[in-house]
Nanobody, 122 residues
């Protein structure tokens, strides 16, 4: 079955950096748009970034543009999210997702990981 497993979350101070990784199995990664979403306590899950099947095109939410970088390695079946210049408002559970359409909508993604907690202290 399809599995997406995130790793790399943790506690970091404001201005710090983290790198999240998503390991995929049970699917051909190159067939999917890959994305990261996040969900803060009491809030809806929101789009963070996505990368095209070929890794050529990336798209970011305005709130993370210039600070976060999404990348993928189809040969290794992994998708990463580099988080720099972190702010307390970036605190959330971060989810890796796979879908067939290049959108920012939660409902358009077929497979999800279990999430990785990122906490940014002020």
């Amino acid at each position: 079955q399809v599995q997406l497993v995130e790793s790399g979350g943790g506690l970091v101070q404001t201005g710090g950096s983290l790198r999240l990784s998503c390991a995929a199995s049970g699917l051909t990664l190159s067939s999917y748009i890959m994305a990261w979403f996040r969900q803060a306590p009491g809030k809806e899950r929101e789009f963070v970034a996505r990368v095209s099947r070929s890794a050529i095109t990336t798209y970011y939410a305005d709130s993370v543009k210039g600070r976060f970088t999404i990348s993928r390695d189809n040969a290794k079946n992994t998708v990463d999210l580099q988080l720099n210049s972190l702010k307390p408002e970036d605190t959330a559970v971060y989810y890796c997702a796979a879908g067939r359409f290049a959108t920012s909508r939660v409902d358009d993604y077929d497979y999800w990981g279990q999430g990785s907690q990122v906490t940014v202290s002020s």
